[in-house]
C-alpha cells in the first residue's frame, strides 16, 4: 500500500488516510499484505476485506451484481 513510503513521509497524507479509513462504509485491499499495510495507518481489525485482483470474462458476462451500498468508489489506483 505504501510503496513509496508516502504516508510514513507525510504528516498531511497520513492524517487523510486515516480520516478516509474512519469514514469508509468498507475497505478492500488487493492482498491481506496490503490490509496489513494499511493497519499500520489507522484501518482497524476486521474493517478490510480482500478482494483479488483479476477475472476471467466467464464470470461476469450476463451477471449482475447488487451493490449493497447507495454511493461507492469503484476503483482507486496508481501507475
Known sequence: MDDHDIYDNSVL????LRWGFRRAGAVTGCS?????DAARFGLRAG?????????TIDE???????????????CLGRW
Open 13 to 16: 497524507l497520513r492524517a487523510c
Open 32 to 36: 491481506q499484505f496490503t490490509l496489513n
Open 47 to 55: 474493517r478490510g476485506e480482500v478482494v483479488f485482483n483479476g477475472t
Open 60 to 74: 461476469v458476462v450476463g451477471e449482475s451484481f447488487p451493490v449493497p451500498f447507495e454511493r461507492y468508489v469503484l
